[in-house]
């Protein structure tokens, strides 16, 4: 089989596609023909070294994927061959609370990365996509589809008439707007990009803001909301987004920290936070029980992922460059199975 390293130093232009031998299966594990692997930022920061600089090598990248199962081990029930399954991010936080060892389980950190032809995981780190996404949309779903599930309806639940603040047009924020919508609440978002606001308004957001035309955008917020501010951010900047998103949130509001694109180092004024009694949560994926019941929710409602631009496989590096460009809305994908 093949299979994109990072052998001896980090970079996109260090990763290598290598041949390895087929994985068997072991007790409880399953054999999975990849399908379809899709990019988030971290990925691009594991690759370029940024995300854990200590990270041994050889690694393979890549935490989501999608894939048929092709053998099982001993002792598996979960799932039979021929099922399509997507790996969880965390392979050993099934449900509970996240924990210093579920946290050391994530997939294309150190143990194994999807980018490759063939995968074996334990039973209990996949689960079954909904049937009517394609594998491309399925391959969406680990990483950024739980992140949003997560943040608007297990540590925030969304109600109808609630105001939720997106950042950028990214995976994550994308699914966000989808899963705000589908909770009945209005949503705001913000954007460098005339085009993508005109997109998001198609899919529903009730007002776009152009950051670089409107670099306090904050206030635009407060008076799209007549001084209240909203119910919830979905705060994906990190460092250089977080004041404004502190001043955009409601008295009580909640705002979801849980990407550092604009970088984690800053100093941030934390009383807003104490004023305000704002909720601060960080948010780092989620449970396989998490998975599953957004599943059962975007099956529910035939919800289908934005999908920017597909790659086929040996053109990984590519897709990891045009992630790098930030010209994608939505996801990004690399098709790996013929």
Not at 105 to 125: C, D, F, H, K
Not at 214 to 239: F, I, M, N, S
Request: include cysteine; charged fraction near 20%; glycine fraction near 12%.
């Amino acid at each position: 089989m093949k299979q994109f390293e990072l052998q001896h130093s980090f970079g996109i232009d260090s990763l290598v596609l290598t041949d390895a031998l087929d994985p068997r299966p072991g007790y409880g594990q399953v054999l999975l023909r990849i399908l379809a692997v899709s990019l988030n930022y971290r990925d691009l920061m594991m690759v370029r070294g940024q995300y854990n600089p200590r990270l041994r090598l050889p690694c393979i990248p890549c935490s989501d994927g999608v894939g048929e199962v092709v053998a099982v081990g001993e002792g598996v029930g979960r799932v039979k061959v021929g099922d399509r399954v997507a790996g969880t991010f965390f392979q050993e936080w099934i449900e509970g609370d996240l924990d210093e060892q579920k946290a050391r389980s994530a997939l294309g950190g150190g143990g194994a990365g999807m980018l490759t032809e063939y995968v074996v995981l334990n039973e209990a780190g996949v689960v079954h996509v909904p049937a009517h996404l394609t594998d491309e949309e399925a391959a969406t779903l680990p990483c950024a589809a739980v992140t949003a599930w997560n943040a608007l309806t297990v540590h925030n639940r969304v109600q109808p008439g609630d105001t939720v603040l997106i950042q950028g047009t990214g995976g994550v924020s994308v699914f966000a707007l989808q899963f705000a919508r589908l909770a009945g609440a209005r949503v705001i978002a913000t954007s460098s990009s005339e085009r993508k606001l005109a997109r998001v308004a198609a899919m529903g957001a009730a007002a776009g803001i152009n950051y670089h035309t409107d670099p306090k955008w904050d206030a635009r917020v407060l008076e799209l909301t007549e001084g209240r501010g909203v119910d919830h951010v979905v705060e994906v900047g990190g460092a250089g987004t977080l004041a404004h998103s502190l001043r955009a949130v409601r008295m009580g509001g909640q705002v979801s920290l849980i990407g550092v694109l604009t970088g984690g180092t800053g100093e941030v004024n934390p009383l807003p936070v104490l004023m305000k009694q704002i909720r601060l949560q960080g948010i780092y994926v989620g449970s396989r029980a998490m998975f599953e019941a957004m599943n059962a929710a975007i099956a529910l409602h035939q919800l289908r992922p934005v999908v920017d631009r597909v790659f086929p496989f040996a053109e990984a590096p590519d897709a990891l460059r045009y992630m790098e460009s930030a010209a994608h809305f939505g996801k990004i994908v690399i098709r790996v199975a013929a």
